[in-house]
């Protein structure tokens, strides 16, 4: 949180700065007369910047909520994986759910921190491949099991998808020529207004500070949404706590 305060403060001064660079050598009553023009072209260029934005926010706020539901998928599947194993008898019926429990109590405990520094928890890991491997080696005795061994399969196959969109969600990001173009339409955005001449200077430098401040905290709102797990808004494993609760 610090860190990101520190990127803004520097953001801003960097543009206050260049302000008070330019102002200190070109005159106020120099830009005055060209204020009609640039106001219209700044116009123009606030909208397409401010689209562009939008556009880009719209789209990680859109992969985080899909992040976030996809969540709560992985935790259904492995809840019904944990229900259906009371169709089977014998010591796989204990396997199973013990297997569900432990791959929740690994998430929590594991994959969780993992995922803040951008990796998984080898324990999450052998916890999934074990209930694989529970299946792969069981038999089902009856029909009746074949039924239920069919349902609790598919789930497996269910929460092999959500995990790996999980997974690929952990270090998703938007292109780099995008980060690019943000910050070069920010670099032209907030630099344009420059070009008006104020007398009154230091309302100049607020307006300064409004906009860039404005415009920084929308892209560390965008920085915050493309990492989902590790962001300053990162997703919550609440969901795999409640499933334990739930089942335990």
């Not at 998808?161 to 980060?179: E, G, M, Q, T, V």
Request: some cysteine; aromatic content about 16%.
């Amino acid at each position: 949180m610090w860190l990101l305060l520190l990127y803004l403060i520097l953001f801003v001064g960097f543009f206050v700065g260049g302000f008070l660079l330019v102002s200190n050598h070109v005159h106020h009553s120099k830009m005055e007369i060209h204020n009609e023009v640039a106001g219209f072209i700044y116009a123009v260029i606030g909208v397409i910047y401010a689209v562009l934005l939008a556009f880009v926010v719209v789209t990680v706020w859109d992969k985080y909520t899909i992040a976030e539901e996809n969540i709560d998928n992985e935790v259904s599947h492995v809840i019904d994986i944990f229900r259906n194993a009371d169709a089977f008898k014998g010591p796989v019926k204990e396997e199973i759910k013990s297997g569900c429990i432990k791959y929740l109590n690994d998430m929590v405990e594991y994959e969780w921190k993992a995922m803040e520094n951008m990796q998984l928890s080898s324990e999450a890991n052998e916890s999934y491949k074990s209930l694989w491997k529970i299946h792969h080696n069981y038999t089902p005795a009856d029909e009746y099991e074949k039924l239920w061994y069919a349902e609790s399969v598919k789930e497996l196959n269910l929460l092999a998808d959500a995990r790996r969109f999980r997974i690929f969600s952990i270090d998703y990001n938007i292109h780099p020529f995008l980060w690019f173009v943000l910050f070069f339409g920010a670099f032209i955005t907030i630099g344009f207004s420059y070009l008006f001449g104020t007398k009154n200077k230091l309302a100049h430098i607020i307006m300064i500070i409004c906009l860039s401040t404005s415009i920084g905290l929308i892209l560390i709102l965008v920085n915050a949404y493309v990492h989902p797990f590790s962001g300053i808004i990162h997703l919550t494993p609440e969901p795999f706590i409640q499933a334990l609760e739930q089942i335990k």
